[in-house]
């Protein structure tokens, strides 16, 4: 099996884009500023909540308290990403399909590993420069929009290029930037991890 570091962004939010569109009530749009400043009793509640169901320690440093907490939200959640990027997604004996209590493996949260058909769920963790999966938010944002893999080189055959094809990007690019560049602040914050075993 290849793996795709480009391939993560498809995996890490494809429950967030199925949630989107099951939903059949009109919501509210979640778009901070760009300082991260939101006005409503809604989006206040969303960010206190992300912060309250991190799983992990979030490094603040330099970054935006309200972009953090509503990044962990989308991702947590609305996403699912821990689904198919923490493999595997739940410690022994705490696994929510198993009638356990509810306890997420997080010492591989994030850091991809699993199996999906052809694909291998890519790590979402920062990378030594603080940047998750190694990108910046140009190129998440351009992934996210376009759809683009972009560990493709010249020449890589179908199906792992040119597009992105476990993620739905055509749903997800209806995404405002506030939600993505969320999502990117809060995937910077959470600590480097290693993938566990692929399975």
Same mark, same amino acid.
């Given at each position: ?14 429950? !967030?884009?199925?949630?989107?569109? +099951?939903? +059949?009530? #009109? $919501?509210?749009? =979640? ?9 409503? @009793? ?8 992300? !912060? ?15 972009? =953090? ?5 989308? =991702? ?12 595997? #997604? ?7 399909? +198993?009638? $356990?209590?509810? /306890? ?14 052809? !694909? ?7 990378? @030594?420069?603080?940047? #998750?999966?190694?990108?910046? %938010?140009?190129? !998440?944002?351009?992934?996210?929009? /376009?759809? %683009? ?13 040119? &597009? %992105? ?21 809060? &995937?910077?914050?959470? #600590? ?8």
């Amino acid at each position: 099996m290849r793996r795709s570091r480009g391939g993560w962004l498809g995996i890490a939010l494809a429950m !967030f884009a199925a949630a989107g569109a +099951q939903a +059949q009530a #009109p $919501q509210a749009t =979640v778009t901070p500023s760009s300082d991260g400043d939101s006005s409503s @009793a809604g989006d206040r509640e969303r960010i206190d909540a992300g !912060f309250a169901m991190a799983p992990v320690p979030l490094d603040l440093q330099g970054r935006n308290p309200r972009l =953090v907490g509503l990044g962990s939200y989308l =991702v947590n959640a609305v996403g699912a990403c821990l689904d198919c990027h923490t493999n595997p #997604p739940y410690r022994p004996g705490g696994d929510p399909y +198993q009638g $356990q209590p509810k /306890q997420i493996n997080t010492e591989h949260y994030l850091a991809g590993g699993k199996a999906l058909g052809p !694909f291998i769920s890519s790590n979402l963790t920062p990378d @030594a420069d603080g940047l #998750p999966n190694g990108r910046t %938010l140009d190129q !998440f944002m351009t992934a996210m929009r /376009q759809g %683009l893999n972009l560990d493709c080189q010249p020449g890589d055959p179908p199906p792992h290029c040119p &597009l %992105l094809h476990v993620m739905p990007w055509p749903n997800l690019g209806n995404s405002s930037d506030g939600e993505l560049r969320a999502i990117y602040e809060y &995937l910077s914050a959470i #600590p480097h991890a290693e993938p566990g075993a692929t399975r």
